[in-house]
């Protein structure tokens, strides 16, 4: 089972899940419909690897303003957090509950990368 997967957001996320399986060859694993039709969440698979992919929303910008992030499976979200300042990462996001069961939160590395780690794990 994976616990590193990529996370992209699309302008048109409904179009990018239809365009990624046409010219990789990803296959929708779940995907997960807004309130307003659009895509909320998708995970999208490829051989034993996994991709997620959301709806673009400029006017929630994310911590680092770009199109994607990293989103790291772990079992004890608060001691990895500990863990990661300890090593001088920025906190972006302290731990939080999330309202599909996830425990998560948001670190920028020594580049400014974003990462998220939490307890979700595709199934």
Known sequence: ??????VLTYPDARAAVDWLGTAFGFTPHAVHTAPDGSVAHAELALGTGMIMVGQRVRHRPRPDDTDWSVYVAVDD?????????????????????TDYGSRDYVARDLAGHVWSFGTYRPR
Not at 1 to 6: F, N
Not at 88 to 95: K, Q, Y
């Open 77 to 97: 979200v608060d001691a990895h957090r500990t863990r990661a300042a300890a090593a001088g990462a920025e906190i972006v996001r302290e731990p939080f509950d």
């Open 1 to 6: 089972m994976s616990t590193v997967y990529p």
